[in-house]
């Protein structure tokens, strides 16, 4: 993600201002950190509940590493409505109506709880 900061300030990308994320591998906590986070969408937010922008997931239906809660927590904090595709194919509309025979795609909630795996 470090160099994906780096092209888009070189290529004049506003940086922090972002409608839509792609979650890097799966949700992995070791693609990600709190600094490039930071860099990239900006600072941790006073309140978890307020969305600046949509994150997807793309992580497979049975797989309890993936995506990590405590990644996903990362992206809620600065602002992201979290979703996840869990084997099912997802649409982002960027601000178009829905499509007929489309549902809405939750979002993904805060964790208090995250488990580590080894």
Known sequence: MRWAAIYAESVGLPLQKFSFVQIPHHGSRRNVGPMILTRLLGEIQAEVS??????????????????????????????????ATQGVGKVHWGGFPARAGYDVAESLPFYTQVAEYT
């Not at 797989?63 to 405590?70: S, T």
């Open 50 to 83: 307020a969305s600046r922008f949509s994150a997807f997931v793309s992580a497979p239906k049975d797989d309890e590493k993936h995506p990590r809660r405590i990644v996903l927590n990362a992206f809620k904090r600065r602002g992201g409505h979290i979703i």
